[in-house]
């Protein structure tokens, strides 16, 4: 039996087991299933109430699951994927639609929040899950409730308030393998009845887990700082208002884009000192005088502050306030090539600002009719400049490098033609500035007590400014057919001056929902949606086509998604049971992508008409005391209906993910001892939208970038004593040391070298935590 099948398979049993009464013995009591509130609709509701595909972990289910990422919290949440690079780059995929991009034109396509303010910009989007209220993922089409971005869905981070009720406080303490060490706070003071602080941070290191070949720092390492100071002021009982700053550094090594086209070698003899696997050790290496003789590593900072009010205006209307300020700034420096040879080293330095004022009026008075309404203002500046540093010499060879093997320098000296550079740099920058205004309303009629129907509707005004500069930074380049009158570059061309030019543009549109939803009975609720999803209008640059020349201004049409999708939401057997499925149709309109042309130069493409229909199923059952069993299974069919990727698939969209696990507990030694085992699992997936396939490439010509289906197994064992504050945990992640790539293709598939990036090897570790 195959491996998908069987994987299949254990997911229903585990389905089964948990719709099994009969493993609670009668008359025993059995905790419930944790009820959990969100806000998905801008108001309170049980889950159940919410007709949306929405899945939620709170606080305490992060922590027993071990979430302390984005990444990790994805293989648990069908519909959602998260790939992570680094934290500068990584990838958020709903339903199959991937939202990356870097360019500071770009608009992002899943919208990622913190306590409802937009932090979906690429390089500022990853942070760490730490002292968290809940998570919420809400997926479909969500532009009527959370705004710009939310295309195909949005993933909103609330985050733990100060509270005036009392003091709490928090300390862990985690080491493992590959010099893993986390330290993790949280202190809570009230400081009078109405007034509190609450202080929380991590910190977090590892070192690298793919072997640096040469002299360096090992790659993928973590060196993570992050904190938060929250203030919540409550003078009476109708105002509550809470002021967050949010403060995280990244400093890990270098990302291990790795060739498997040449082996490892010692680029100064040829020697071969390493193999070409997807997941063993990489010589890399930057250039000397690169940005300044950094090493291949990443330095971001990313920091914000958060207003947040709430006033009852009345016992029905109230008045909600959101504002915001926050800022990124990263620099990474990488070997885009995988080889030893210095082909090229690149960089971006990317940054961020961006201000936003969200104002809001709810009106809930008890009985048919629940609503909101409001509008917004959203502004950003965004700059991204990419230094690019080749070696002629090496380029020039590149076709006759020998393979596996690979030339030494002082080889490539002496072959290559002496009027060919060792260093050549390029720089090319992209800005946008946006400004945005919306209109919105959400309401909620009862139509009787058990049917409900929905209806909302936004407006957003775009004011959107880009902008493209390139230049040469130490002449032209003979490869690219300089003259001695013309200086013409090698990957991209300059612009007079080397400045940027802008061009402005407006964009406006509307989005809108439809839900009914039947409420069975108190514990089952079936509900239906058509949804509207819109990702502005983009203004995309390029270089010129010659030295000099104007810049290339590519307006690219609004993105459109409808989607239609239906659900049931049950809870059974006391709430000892709680299952969840939905299905769902969406067709897209102008989905633009981005490829490599011939000469290495990434352009924007529309991609046409694409289409997606799928399943999402989640349970969790408690079938017997200190017994939890839970499970997530995704089918996302997701295709291109037309143009230039027809009938390929999505990329970073498998066909099926499916995680099964279980928590367990039993009272011993004077406290309790846990066991939580839980297993991922999902299909093939690709990386590029052309599913690597040779004909729609100009020089890879082999399909070999696709990650084969597989799985993770975790485990945590711990005991917490009845009456102590304290408890200690064994954990191991990839129990099985399974081996995978999160990322192939890159910046050098464009050369016919495609780079492949490992995933996390076996994880583990202790922990500590004490609680006061």
Known sequence: MSQNKLLLLASAAAILAGANPAFAAEGAEVAQVEELIVTAQKREQKTLDVPIAITAYGADQLERDGIQEFEELSLYVPGFEVQNQSPNNPGFVMRGITSDSGEATNEPRVSVFQDGVSISKSRGSYVELFDLARVEIAKG???????????????????????????????????????????????????????AIRVAARLKARDGFVDNLLIGKDFNSTDTAAGRISLNWR??????????????????????????????????????????????????????????GKDLSLNRSVRGLTALVDYDITDSLSLSSISAYRRFDS?????????????????????????????????????????????????????????????????????????????SLPQVNALAPAALKSVHRETYRNTGETQSYDVFADATYKLTDQLEVTAGLRYTYDDKTSGYGASLENGGSVLGGSTPTVARGLFLQPTAGGLVETKSFTDSGVTYRAVLRYSVNDNTSLWGSFARGR??????????????????????????????????????????????????????????????????T????????????????????????????????????????NGLFKDN?????????????????VEALGGAFSFTPSYTWQSEVFFDNNNDLPALQATDKIQDEVQKAYGLLNLKVGYAP????????????NALNQDYIKDAGNTGDAFGIATFIAGEPRYYGLAFTLRY
């Open 141 to 195: 089409p969500q532009s009527t409730l959370y705004g710009r971005g939310a295309l195909i869905g949005a993933v909103n981070v609330v985050q733990a308030k100060a509270d005036p009720t009392g003091w709490a406080a928090r300390s862990k303490v985690e080491v493992g393998n590959y010099g893993y060490a986390l330290f993790e706070g949280m202190l809570n003071v009230p400081v009078s009845d109405t007034f």
């Open 235 to 292: 003078p009476n009982e109708r105002l509550n208002a809470d002021l967050i700053f949010n403060y995280e550094q990244n400093r890990p090594s270098g990302t291990s884009f790795k060739s498997i086209t040449f082996a490892p070698t010692d680029p100064m003899t040829g020697a071969r000192i390493g193999d070409i696997g997807r997941n063993s050790g990489a010589a890399l290496s930057t250039a000397e005088g690169f940005e300044g």
């Open 331 to 407: 620099l990474e420096i990488f070997d885009p090539d995988g080889f030893s040879l210095p082909l090229m080293v690149f960089g971006e330095d990317a940054h961020g600002r961006q201000a936003s004022q969200e104002l809001r009026l709810n009106y809930d008075g008890g009985d048919r009719l629940t609503a909101f309404g409001g509008v917004s203002y959203f502004w950003e500046d965004g700059y991204q400049r990419v230094p690019l540093q080749f070696n002629e010499k090496i380029y020039a060879l590149l076709a006759s490098l020998p393979r596996p093997g690979a030339l």
């Open 535 to 600: 990702r502005p209008k983009v203004l995309a640059v390029a270089a010129p086509t010659a030295p000099g020349g104007p810049v290339r201004f590519n307006e690219l049409p609004a993105e459109k998604v409808d989607s239609l999708e239906g659900g049931v939401k049950t809870e059974l057997w006391d709430r000892r049971l709680s299952l969840e499925g939905s299905v769902y149709h969406y067709a897209y309109e102008n989905f633009q992508t981005s490829i490599r042309n011939a000469a290495g």
């Open 602 to 641: 990434i352009v924007s493409a529309n991609a046409g008409e694409a289409e997606a229909t799928g399943f999402e199923g989640q349970v969790v059952a408690r079938p017997a005391t200190g017994v939890e069993l839970f499970g997530t299974y995704g089918f996302n069919h997701a295709r291109f209906g």
């Open 649 to 665: 698939s999505f990329r970073l969209a498998p066909d099926h993910t499916v995680s099964v696990g279980a928590r367990m507990s």
């Open 722 to 733: 009845a009456n102590g504050p304290w408890a200690v945990e064994a954990f191991v992640s």
